[in-house]
């Protein structure tokens, strides 16, 4: 019995002959309407059209072909399961732009009729997020909806055929399954065009723009073009840059995009890139990259993060890419998308306080803007807001260094230099000191590196070397400054840590129970003892609906975004046996209770409290305490 890709062989005597259809039928022994039905299978099962018809018959296109091959072999066969037939299904609707017969469908995955309608439905409920339906005519069912919808909607299905072997797609990804080896260098020459431009896209976001220029390509070449586009004009301003990577296009895909595609480019550019000079006044091109509501919620939000943590975030670049950040993350929930952003629990767990005032970011922009504000943005979020905290502090909180060396010409000069290159990042030079009276116990310093003997020097740590400095001397200097830093961090929190800690807030429990149960109890416990009012709890659920305060290590920090405690408190639950917390096995917790006057404090105390939480070993030593007092000795010694 003659199957539906023997037409394939016959076509194939000769690529450049149109076939009539009579003659194909009589080679297969079927009729000229089931060779009709054959064409429209064909080009299905390939995904692209390697069958031409005209009237004077069909025509195999072998580069069609061979494309299609190298996309299939790239690929999971359509029957593996059924998220892949799904990805297949909706893939070929979109491809053929014609109806697709059930029957047929069923044949060419190998499945039943009823598995093919069970996916039909799957199908229907996806494609509505993009404004789609799949609408049905008998036996056949065909896509319907808008034309950039649909390119949204390949774009997404390309990521989930690629998501079983890497976490986002890139552009290896994309010619192997498009069957186009030119996105490979397409990408080098897009990315030259975008930096002449003054545009600037990251790795992974470039892979995406090249994705859906992909599907552009493909799709204006089988016809789907667009014919409107709605608020093109708003993006004239984007024109030049626009035609550039239109002319591009022309020059290694050989397509000549009109003027509704090139918008559609000017769209996907406004999507996915971002001026290199966001807070430069002066280009035209920033009225459409910059909302204005968008700076003025992040311009809101960075003076309330001043209110609550005394951390000003204000500058104008930081501004400027976070108003960006806001647009797109809107511009992705609009059409269910969300960035996804691998190294979230690192950040979480390397950099709390940077994790935590993104947290609190997070939820300023669902106030503002009504989207709810996924674990992956936040991460997102978090690399904003520690790349500004980096520029902000990067001399802040650190180790002041004097250096000790007689004056002879200018020897002390590239002494100095030296010492501040041995511990810069952690410490700063302050001063240097080449007339020894200034050297007295009342000089304010943190460490002091000499040349020379000291006999009446301040209680710090005093580091001796020769005039050339050796490497073994650099090693200590920059060690010393280390531990210096680490020591102040940890007594700071250690002595605010014990001044919050109270004998009546500390609960041991058998374990097993709900996180909410424990929650509750800790929250009575706050409360009988003063700290906390009644809205308490529901503001610590709050904050774990954003983003779970559990650890791997198996510990949990529930607090509040904001400092509205009546006082300063910590209340600490030891569990027996570990308690579920959102999907985590927790068997300590220790519940933040801060109110305003701890802001000064926060920075610091957080951070140290959580790095020391982050640790396995030292979080199972404190779980394992037997009471408060041991528990407070623990945390003593291992901050």
Known sequence: MARFTDIIPILDQDPERRVPAAEIARHLGVSTRTVRNYVTATNRHYGRRVVTSSRAGYRLDTEALERAVVMRNASPHPAEGPNERLIHMLRELIATGTPLDVFDLAESFHVSESTVESDLTRARVLVTQFGLSIVRSGHRVHLEGDEVAQRRLMRRLLIEAAVSRRQFID??????????????DFKRRMLAVLTSADLIVNDRTADELVAHIAIMVGRV?????????????????????????????????????????????????????????????ARPELEVFLDAQYVELV?????????????????????AFLALHIRHLVDRASHHEVAQVPAGQSVKNTHPLVHELAVFIAQQIERGTGIKVAEDEIGFIAFHVGGRLQSMHEHDDQVDVTVVVPRYYDTHLPFSEAVGRAVAGTGRVERVVTNLEEVTPELDTDLIVTTVPLH??????????????????????????????????????????????????????????????????????????????????????????????????????????EMTAIRSAIAVCLAHEPVDWAGTPVRLVAMLCLSEASRDAFGDVFDAFIRTLVNDEKTARLAAATSYDDFIQTMLAIL
Do not use: C
Not at 171 to 184: H, K, N, S, T
Not at 221 to 247: F, M, N, Y
Not at 301 to 307: D, G
């Open 299 to 319: 311009t809101d939000i960075v003076h309330k993060l001043n209110e609550n943590y005394l951390i000003d975030l204000s500058d104008e670049r930081f501004t």
């Open 171 to 184: 552009v290896e990804e994309l010619a192997r399954q498009l069957g186009e080896p030119a996105l490979l």
């Open 456 to 561: 009446d020097v301040p209680d710090v740590p005093v580091i001796r070397t020769g005039l050339l400095l050796s490497q073994e001397d650099l090693g200590r200097i920059g060690a010393m400054a280390q531990r210096i830093a680490a020591g102040q961090k940890r007594f700071k929190a250690a002595a605010w840590l014990t001044t919050v800690m109270d004998p009546h807030l500390f609960i041991r429990i058998p374990g097993g129970g709900s996180r909410e149960a424990v929650l509750s109890t800790m929250t009575e416990a706050l409360a009988g003892q003063g700290a906390v009012g009644p809205d308490f709890l529901a503001q610590v659920m709050e904050r774990e609906r954003l983003s779970t305060t559990a650890l791997p290590s198996g510990a949990a920090i529930p607090h509040t975004i």
């Open 221 to 281: 070449r089988t016809g789907h073009a667009i014919s409107w586009l709605s608020g093109a004009q708003d993006r004239d301003v984007l024109k030049p840059i626009s035609q550039a990577l239109g002319g591009l296009v022309d020059e290694v895909f050989h397509i000549e995009l009109s003027d509704q595609e090139l918008a559609y480019l000017a769209l996907l550019l406004l999507d996915k890139a971002v001026p290199a000079r966001p807070e430069d006044p």
